[in-house]
């Protein structure tokens, strides 16, 4: 399968713990897109990785919130101090330099209870 | 980027095309008419998408006015599989900027 993984799929945690989730983009693909997805609404934005750089972030992504693409392939995202608000599926998107067509992942359904 | 308009919900019949509009009355000349859908537990899937001209690709048709200030979707022969939520967006090409996601359109193939 050459698409986006995600890993976790579902993960559950107490408030106040930490969790990390995990991206693998297309392999050719430069850029890489984190989204956050609340129940009946559409993906909003919270990232953007150009390689290993991280070019935007929304004004979404708290300072609990953290991301990282070391090596300009796969990408980490870190919430710090979970709080109920931040159940969501984060989703995980790449996509190639000069194309519009993103593709996204499965998503990680993350529950904050 | 320019902001669209779409319904809410909409039903089909098994076999049926679906037709999905979708409103941009302040699209711009280099701005972009892009549809994903969103089946459940899912992510969003990229479907097609044009600039003026009307294009059908393996899994949809998207017509676009004249004035390009409108556009539909077009599933063919729907079925149970297409139900998903369907997101018109309109942008411009090659942009690095991220997707802006509106609520989108409910379709719901019925048996």
């Known amino acids: 399968d050459t698409g986006v993984s995600q890993d976790p799929r579902h993960k559950i945690t107490k408030r106040g713990q930490n969790v990390t989730f995990r991206c693998d983009p297309i392999?050719?693909?430069?850029?890489l897109y984190w989204y956050r997805q609340t129940l009946g609404q559409g993906p909003e934005f919270l990232t953007y990785f150009q390689n290993e750089a991280q070019l935007e972030k929304s004004r979404l992504l708290s300072d609990r919130f953290s991301a990282e693409r070391p090596k300009g392939s796969f990408s980490t995202l870190e919430i710090q101090r979970t709080e109920q608000g931040d159940s969501a599926m984060y989703l995980c998107?790449?996509?190639?330099?000069?194309?519009?067509?993103?593709?996204f992942g499965p998503g990680t359904r993350l529950t904050v209870t | 980027d320019a902001k669209t308009t779409q319904p809410t919900s909409m039903d089909c019949a098994e076999g049926r095309a679906a037709n999905l509009p979708c409103n941009h009355s302040t699209i711009s000349g280099n701005e972009y008419v892009y549809w994903y859908r969103q089946i459940h537990s899912q992510g969003p899937q990229y479907i097609i998408h044009?600039?003026?001209n009307n294009e059908t690709n393996e899994m949809a048709s998207l017509i676009i006015t004249e004035d390009r200030k409108s556009s539909t979707l077009i599933l063919p022969h729907a079925t149970l599989r297409d139900t998903a939520v369907y997101y018109c967006?309109?942008?411009?090409?090659?942009?690095?900027?991220?997707?802006?996601f509106g609520s989108g359109t409910q379709l719901t193939v019925l048996p």
């Open positions: 998107a790449s996509s190639l330099q000069g194309l519009f067509e993103q593709y």
């Open positions: 044009g600039l003026k």
């Open positions: 967006i309109v942008r411009i090409t090659g942009s690095a900027r991220q997707l802006t």
């Open positions: 392999s050719e693909h430069n850029r």
